[in-house]
C-alpha cells in the first residue's frame, strides 16, 4: 500500500534523485532521432524495406525524449497531479515497449522484408509488366 502511496502522491516534491540521469536519457533520445533520421535519409533511396520499417523511428524517438522533457520539467516545478511518478514510469515502460518492438523489427522482420525484396527484383518479368502498360497507338 505504500508503494501505491508512493507511486500516486500528487505533489512528489521537487528535488528527486534521478534529474541528471533523466536529462541524460533526454539528450541520448533527441540525438538519437537525429541520427536515425540522417540514416533514414541515406539509405531509403537504396534499401526499401529499411524506408518501409524504420519509417517512423525518428519521430518516436523525437516524441519520446520531447515527453521525458516535459514530465521533468513538469516535476522541477512541482505542479500537482501531472508531477506523480507512475507518468515517469509509464513513460519507461513505453519507451521500453518501443525499444523492444524496434528490435524485433529489425532482428526478425527486416532481414526476411529484405529478401522478399531482392527476390522481386530478381524474378521480376518485363513481359508480365509491360502486359498493363499502354500501346503505342498504330499510325494509318
Request: proline share 4%; hydrophobic share 45%; no cysteine.
Amino acid at each position: 500500500m505504500q508503494f501505491i502511496s508512493y507511486l500516486f502522491e500528487t505533489s512528489p516534491g521537487a528535488e528527486f534523485l534521478y534529474f541528471y540521469p533523466l536529462l541524460g536519457l533526454i539528450a541520448f533520445l533527441i540525438i538519437a532521432s537525429i541520427v536515425a533520421s540522417v540514416v533514414y535519409k541515406k539509405k531509403k533511396k537504396h534499401d526499401f524495406a529499411y524506408k518501409r520499417l524504420f519509417k517512423s523511428l525518428s519521430p518516436r524517438l523525437l516524441l519520446m525524449g520531447l515527453l521525458f522533457l516535459l514530465l521533468l520539467g513538469v516535476r522541477y516545478e512541482n505542479i500537482p497531479y501531472f508531477s506523480m511518478r507512475i507518468w515517469i514510469y509509464l513513460s519507461l515502460i513505453l519507451l521500453a515497449y518501443i525499444a523492444y518492438v524496434y528490435i524485433k523489427i529489425a532482428r526478425v522482420q527486416y532481414p526476411k522484408e529484405k529478401q522478399n525484396v531482392e527476390h522481386k527484383v530478381k524474378h521480376s518479368s518485363t513481359k508480365e509488366e509491360n502486359k498493363y502498360l499502354p500501346n503505342k497507338k498504330k499510325r494509318k
